[in-house]
């Protein structure tokens, strides 16, 4: 059974894209039906997942599988697709099937009575097949295909009630946005294949060691970088992901906090040996997720939306990632991936449920003092929000613990010390959450708010046990098993430093202190604090008026030349094309009456074909005849 | 000689006989007559395919049994599958003379089999003909049908001439190599003025049943006014035979001829891209969905001509693989026009306005089939014309490979035209295109296959490089 | 003294003559006959095949009794269309059948 999960793991990939042809082309009529087909769907590929990743972490380290199969072979040029299954790949597909799963699940709840629940569920299908490919990919080929389909379903998701405007134009922004990444995402591709001559990780692992010019491995390195710059939403292509958080709830928790932006991480992670054989690149990785992470969470401490503040949580907790891979620190990055994956998700489902159970609210102020009546939804949060905050010995405190430590010990002092200050920004913008939201004054709408579904709360009950356990995997209590197969050469492995562990302890905790006192016991009044810093809050609250910059930006330059390039369009291409268009129709309109239906016509027609060929290669055009 | 040698085509033979002998069954029980030709092409299909990879040269090398041979044998029959399946409740129109056109469809079938392993000129000859006045008969099915007659007749007498024609060449290279056997042929072809013209009649002969500018004058006029199955199989399975009988002579007797120098290449891929330019360009400007597909099947035999033109391991294999690809889906694209035609009556491209709305699923695999025509990736036609057009590069024909580039997306035009009928415009009536389980199996086989196809090609890719491999 | 170059210069001759009968008369019957003209044509040639190229084999002679037991079948297809088309339009003129076109 194990051996057969291995050598089949495309069907983990496979049985999800069946559901979602299933839903497309036969039962999008039935909305129960495709539920349960999709649902089926993942929930089998969740269970070889688990099978397989018994299997990779039962082999010994280092061990892998690969099978590929020729899809296309020219002279020069061979393509092959084919699945890599090594432990980050079976920590992935258990990941991601495990939270979709879930997030399924508890679709089936928060879509309840939407008219769209068969293409939703179609779309959810059609993502799992897509990430799922992803992470399977054995060549930087294959995982750009699946990389622009996760994109497409994203885009689709995000869009998914397109009644509304500011749906269709985020879904459209994410795009485009992401389009900016993967151009040079492309390119480094190309490049790849050009220089190495193959586009297959193992292959290139083999190769990349031994090549030693750095002045074309760097510019590669850096276009590679701009895939996962757009897809995990680094800063300056950040602005797309808050925005995403038009989708359905459930979507923002499982496609933009869980998964497809952690591909941006999983793509690093996947080609660490190319980052890291040059230092260059690496400290460029380094500086932008750490920027992005401080960057985020700063902005999150002025947010009232609840899904908006989780949005900017989970950039952060991105550039988090980043800044772990881009010190070196592979395992740390990686691992906080999969613990993110979990509590970040139940975070947002339970958002989700607040916001159902609210109807429709999602400002946090004007909820308050909601525990109470969702007590469910209000203890899984609170783990969740505890694990985000790194608080021992949830999830979230083993990785973020391990991030810091790399940084640490890879000598990257600067680094550190801006992630200590974000894991206190982490704290403080979660409880400030958790506090004005779910405890505080009573509101309006506080009244009418329920409970949601088991269907909702059985799902946030599991993320929560997999957020509070999730950690042990890589604490001494398991003596670090995740990080002898989660490995890569040259990735430094850091021994435990206590001093590093109680730094963070501390100063996460006096961030929820802080948060406690400002929003609970309201000693420190925040309208003081916003009067007094109302410069600092208002650049705050705007997001650093980055996406008004780039709006002007757009306006003033693309706009600009958009209004050249249309005039040439118009009157120069639309010209040129409209002849052609117009020639190409002519001349078959009048080839078309050389067909006048008598058969005569016809054969004089062809006699003549005969004769003209024939005299030709009598005349010897064709031939050496004398 | 081992008799399962021939066993295709006794089966065949013996199945041809058996349709037209249940027609004449009382009552009910000649209604078998369908059911027993579809389960009998079905074993015989499972039986080509459990005997491929067999070889032998039968009656001193005028018979062929190789994998060339069983490769279009394996197309032959899947296509008469199809298209049989797929004819659904367009038989009804045949009245009484179902058993007729089953055993017709069989002894087709037969003749392009015999084309297909021929191995010598008597014998393609005669395969060529069963195959051909079979299809007189069937494209006059409809006796009662003026369109339906004027295009038999029509055909008869074009293709009777474009026998002779055929014959006259034969006859010019055998005047001067005294034998009919095309493997003998090749070392005693030179390069006389007569044998030259021999190679030309011949090509001429066989462009005229793949629908070679200028030999295609027939296509359209018949493809209209036969009846829409016949169309059909008239489309994929003749042309596909005649490109073997073509290929097989022009590997192995003209481009083997030491004593020849003859650049019959360029003949081919001159007549090739005046075929894609002209059939596409008149595709443009159809009504008709028969018409159209007419047109486009013409400029797809150019693009397949394109490939033998090539005559190199990417170009043969290539017209392997597009003329399976192109059974699928064009058989999946005249199955729904038979469906439509029946339902509306018409085969105006019009009858197919808001098919979306009423047959979604109709609509979507309509649409799939033309685009894997057209050759828009990841559907199989795209990866048709790559092999097709990485052979026509490969052997310096650029600027063919081009011609072929321009005119696919000049294709596209007429392909989405239809597409956007189908969903862009309203409905009259709003009831579902009916269709028996049968006809269902047909479409979901050919629109599964152009997808499959298309996103892994290396079975298939493979299988035609084995068929290939005599001539390389 | 009468070789195999007259025959085959004779039977292109014949040939032609099938063609523009093919292409000129209007009448399917006559049209039809002209066929069998070419085909006649091509049948001269294998006979003298036979006799001045591949004499003491029956390859040509072969040949020809194919063609002819062929053009049998073609024409009595044909002629069985020709009627039935009649029937219908009480014409044979091939001018008149040009529903089919464009």
Same mark, same amino acid.
């Given at each position: 059974m194990l051996e057969f999960s291995l050598h089949n793991a495309w069907l983990i990939p496979l049985l999800p894209l069946l559901a979602f042809a299933l839903i497309g082309l036969a039962m999008h009529r039935w909305p129960s039906v495709s539920a349960m087909i999709s649902i089926l769907s993942i929930g089998i590929s969740m269970l070889l997942s688990a099978l397989v990743a018994v299997l990779v972490f039962s082999l010994s380290p280092g061990e892998i599988y690969e099978a590929s199969v020729r899809w296309l072979s020219m002279p020069g040029l061979q393509v092959n697709m084919g699945m890599l299954v090594d432990p980050l790949a079976a920590v992935m597909l258990v990941v991601v099937t495990g939270v979709a799963f879930l997030v399924q699940v508890y679709s089936l709840g928060y879509m309840k009575g939407d008219p769209g629940i068969a293409s939703y569920f179609g779309y959810q299908s059609l993502f799992a097949?897509? $990430? #799922?490919?992803?992470?399977?990919?054995?060549?930087?080929?294959?995982?750009?295909?699946?990389?622009?389909?996760?994109?497409?379903?994203?885009?689709?998701?995000?869009?998914?009630?397109?009644?509304?405007?500011?749906?269709?134009?985020?879904?459209?922004?994410?795009?485009?946005?992401?389009?900016?990444?993967?151009?040079?995402?492309?390119?480094?591709?190309?490049? #790849?294949?050009?220089?190495? =001559?193959?586009?297959?990780f193992q292959e290139l692992s083999a190769a990349i060691p031994g090549y030693t010019n750095a002045?074309?491995?760097?510019?590669?390195?850096?276009? #590679?970088?701009?895939?996962?710059?757009?897809?995990?939403?680094?800063?300056?292509? /950040?602005?797309?992901?808050?925005?995403?958080?038009? =989708?359905?709830?459930?979507?923002?928790?499982?496609?933009?906090?869980?998964?497809?932006?952690?591909? =941006?991480?999983?793509?690093?992670?996947?080609?660490f040996f190319i980052f890291n054989a040059i230092p260059q690149a690496m400290t460029l990785i380094a500086i932008v997720g750490g920027l992005t992470a401080l960057f985020a969470a700063s902005?999150?401490?002025?947010?009232?939306?609840?899904?908006?503040?989780?949005?900017?949580?989970?950039?952060?907790?991105?550039?988090?990632? $980043?800044?772990?891979? =881009?010190?070196?620190? $592979?395992?740390?990055?990686v691992f906080h991936l999969m613990t993110h994956a979990f509590f970040k998700s139940l975070l947002f489902l339970g958002a989700g449920s607040v916001i159902i159970g609210m109807h429709e609210e999602q400002d946090i102020w004007k909820m308050g003092n909601i525990a109470p009546k969702m007590p469910v939804t209000t203890w899984t949060f609170i783990i969740g929000a505890l694990a985000l905050a790194g608080i021992p010995p949830l999830s979230g405190f083993w990785s973020k613990d391990e991030i810091l430590l790399g940084a640490y010990a890879s000598g990257h002092t600067g680094l550190y010390i801006l992630g200590v200050l974000v894991a206190f920004l982490t704290a403080f913008y979660m409880f400030r959450l958790v506090f004005v939201a779910f405890f505080g004054k009573n509101t309006a709408g506080r009244d009418k708010a329920h409970e949601s579904p088991a269907v909702m709360t059985i799902p946030l009950l599991v993320l929560a046990v997999a957020a509070v356990?999730?950690?042990?995997?890589?604490?001494? #209590? $398991?003596? /670090?098993?995740?990080? /002898?197969?989660?490995?890569?050469?040259?990735?430094?492995?850091? /021994?435990?430093?206590?001093?590093?562990?109680?730094?963070?302890t501390l100063a996460a905790l006096s961030g929820i202190l802080l948060a406690w006192l400002?929003?609970?016991?309201?000693?420190?009044?925040?309208?003081?604090?916003?009067?007094?810093?109302?410069?600092?809050?208002?650049?705050?609250?705007?997001?650093?008026?980055?996406?008004?910059?780039?709006?002007?930006?757009?306006?003033?330059l693309v706009d600009g030349a958009a209004r050249v390039l249309f005039w040439f369009d118009i009157h120069v291409i639309n010209g040129f094309v409209n002849l052609t268009a117009w020639f190409t129709g002519k001349s078959g309109e009048t080839l078309r009456y050389t067909e006048d239906g008598q058969v005569q016509t016809y054969a004089i027609y062809m006699f003549a074909g005969v004769v003209i060929v024939l005299i030709t290669a009598l005349c010897g055009v064709f031939t050496a005849l004398a | 000689m081992e008799i399962s040698l021939l066993g295709t085509e006794i089966l065949l033979a013996t199945l041809g006989f058996l349709a037209l002998v249940t027609g004449l069954l009382p009552g009910r029980a000649k209604s078998i007559t369908g059911s027993m030709s579809l389960a009998g092409l079905l074993l015989i299909l499972v039986y080509t395919i459990a005997h491929f990879g067999e070889?032998?040269?039968?009656?001193? !090398?005028?018979?062929?049994?190789?994998?060339?041979?069983?490769?279009?044998?394996m197309l032959f029959l899947t296509a008469t599958l199809l298209v049989s399946l797929g004819a659904g409740r367009y038989l009804e129109r045949f009245e009484n003379k179902k058993s007729e056109f089953y055993s017709l469809m069989v002894f087709a079938t037969l003749g392009m089999v015999i084309m297909a392993s021929a191995g010598d000129f008597i014998t393609l000859y005669v395969g060529l003909e069963l195959m051909t006045v079979s299809f007189y008969i069937l494209t006059a099915f409809l006796l009662r049908d003026g369109l339906s007659t004027e295009a038999g007749l029509k055909y008869l007498v074009l293709g009777a001439a474009s026998s002779a024609i055929l014959l006259f060449g034969i006859s010019l290279v055998m005047a001067y190599t005294g034998t009919t056997?095309?493997?003998?042929?090749?070392?005693?072809?030179?390069?006389?003025?007569?044998?030259?013209?021999?190679?030309?009649?011949?090509?001429?002969?066989?462009?005229?049943?793949?629908?070679?500018?200028?030999?295609?004058?027939w296509t359209p006029d018949i493809y209209q006014g036969a009846p829409t199955p016949v169309t059909n199989y008239l489309s994929v399975a003749s042309k596909a035979a005649a490109f073997a009988a073509m290929v097989r002579v022009f590997m192995v007797a003209v481009d083997a001829a030491p004593g020849l120098t003859l650049s019959w290449n360029l003949i081919l891929a001159i007549l090739a891209a005046l075929t894609i330019i002209v059939g596409n360009l008149i595709a443009l400007v159809q009504e008709d969905i028969k018409r159209l597909l007419a047109y486009s099947s013409i400029a797809q035999a150019g693009y397949i001509l394109a490939g033998l033109a090539a005559a190199n391991a990417y170009g043969l294999k290539g017209v392997l693989f597009y003329a399976l690809l192109y059974?699928?889906?064009?058989?999946?694209?005249?199955?729904?026009?038979?469906?439509?035609?029946?339902?509306?009556?018409?085969?105006?491209?019009?009858?197919?306005?808001?098919?979306?709305?009423?047959?979604?699923?109709?609509?979507?695999?309509?649409?799939?089939? @033309?685009?894997?025509?057209?050759?828009?990736?990841? @559907?199989?036609?795209?990866?048709?014309?790559?092999?097709?057009?990485? !052979?026509?590069?490969?052997?310096?024909?650029?600027?063919?490979?081009?011609?072929?580039?321009?005119?696919?997306?000049?294709?596209?035009?007429?392909?989405?035209?239809?597409?956007?009928?189908?969903y862009i415009e309203k409905a009259g009536k709003q009831e579902p295109v009916k269709g028996s389980g049968a006809f269902r199996l047909a479409l979901w086989v050919c629109a599964l296959a152009a997808i499959f196809l298309g996103c892994y090609p290396a079975p298939l890719s493979n299988l035609a490089q084995q068929a290939i491999q005599l001539f390389l | 003294m009468i070789g195999l170059s007259h025959y085959l210069i004779f039977s292109t001759v014949l040939f032609g003559i099938g063609i523009f009968g093919m292409l000129s008369r209007r009448n399917a019957i006559a049209v039809l006959m002209s066929v069998e003209l070419m085909l006649n044509a091509v049948n001269v040639n294998f006979v003298a095949i036979n006799r001045f190229v591949t004499s003491g084999q029956a390859a040509g002679q072969l040949f020809s009794i194919f063609v002819i037991v062929v053009a049998a079948a073609e024409v009595s297809v044909g002629l069985a269309l020709i009627i039935s088309i009649y029937r219908h339009r009480k014409s044979v003129d091939l001018n008149n059948f040009d529903l089919l076109k464009w």
């Open positions: 097949a897509s $990430m #799922l490919g992803l992470v399977l990919a054995n060549n930087f080929g294959q995982i750009f295909v699946f990389w622009e389909l996760v994109g497409v379903c994203s885009y689709f998701l995000i869009g998914f009630w397109f009644g509304k405007y500011s749906a269709r134009d985020a879904a459209i922004k994410a795009f485009v946005t992401n389009r900016v990444g993967d151009f040079g995402f492309l390119l480094g591709i190309l490049f #790849l294949q050009i220089v190495f =001559g193959t586009l297959n002045a074309v491995l760097l510019p590669i390195a850096v276009l #590679l970088f701009f895939g996962p710059v757009g897809k995990s939403a680094q800063f300056p292509l /950040h602005v797309w992901l808050p925005d995403a958080m038009e =989708g359905p709830t459930p979507v923002s928790a499982l496609i933009h906090a869980a998964t497809m932006v952690a591909a =941006g991480v999983y793509l690093v992670a996947r080609a902005i999150a401490i002025a947010q009232n939306d609840i899904k908006r503040i989780l949005a900017y949580s989970t950039l952060s907790q991105l550039g988090y990632m $980043m800044m772990a891979l =881009g010190v070196g620190a $592979m395992t740390a990055g356990l999730a950690g042990l995997v890589n604490s001494p #209590l $398991m003596h /670090h098993v995740f990080g /002898h197969f989660i490995n890569a050469p040259g990735a430094i492995q850091p /021994h435990p430093n206590t001093a590093i562990i109680v730094f963070s400002i929003y609970q016991r309201e000693v420190i009044k925040a309208e003081v604090i916003k009067e007094k810093f109302s410069m600092a809050y208002k650049v705050l609250y705007n997001k650093y008026y980055i996406d008004e910059i780039y709006g002007w930006l757009g306006v003033r | 070889e032998a040269s039968l009656f001193q !090398g005028i018979y062929l049994v190789d994998n060339f041979a069983a490769y279009f044998k056997v095309i493997g003998a042929t090749a070392a005693r072809l030179m390069t006389e003025p007569a044998v030259v013209a021999g190679i030309v009649l011949l090509a001429a002969g066989f462009a005229f049943k793949i629908s070679v500018i200028p030999f295609h004058m059974v699928f889906c064009n058989t999946g694209a005249f199955i729904i026009a038979t469906a439509v035609e029946v339902d509306s009556g018409s085969t105006a491209i019009e009858a197919f306005r808001g098919l979306s709305k009423r047959s979604p699923a109709l609509a979507a695999i309509m649409t799939i089939c @033309l685009l894997s025509l057209a050759g828009i990736p990841p @559907l199989a036609g795209f990866v048709g014309k790559f092999y097709l057009f990485a !052979g026509a590069i490969q052997q310096g024909y650029l600027w063919l490979a081009l011609i072929g580039l321009i005119m696919s997306m000049v294709s596209v035009y007429y392909y989405l035209n239809v597409s956007r009928v189908m | -």
